[in-house]
């Protein structure tokens, strides 16, 4: 039983990162990142929702858009094909609670 626990510990223990943040998409570790453990959650939560609404829209290519959110602030890179795709992204994120702005970075490349 002690065993497992250990075990089940470890295993969990290796998925902070992707939870906080999402290390291998650019992601923070809270040892690393002067924001605090539940700022870097907050900033997770908001790019997962951005994340999820850029799915959802059937004219939003969402896994070539790169989302990533500090201190509130959501960053979109990457490249669509029209100037209606980019604007439907930004109002996306913007939509969502507790984002404080959107820096749009995606380039219009059709």
């Known amino acids: ?18 939870v906080v943040g999402g290390a291998g998409a650019g992601g923070y570790y809270a040892g690393k990142d002067a924001r605090s453990a539940d700022r870097i959650a907050s900033d997770a939560a908001i790019t997962a929702d951005v994340k999820a609404r850029l799915i ?11 989302v990533d959110t500090y201190n509130g ?17 930004e109002k996306l994120a913007r939509k969502v609670n507790s984002v404080k702005s959107v820096r749009n970075q995606l380039a219009v490349k059709g």
């Open 56 to 66: 959802g829209d059937p004219g939003i290519r969402a896994f070539v858009i790169n």
């Open 73 to 89: 602030e959501v960053t979109l890179k990457g490249d669509v094909k029209t100037g209606a795709q980019r604007a439907t992204a």
């Open 1 to 18: 039983m002690t065993v497992g626990v250990l075990l089940a510990g470890f295993a969990l223990n290796g998925c902070v990162a992707a």
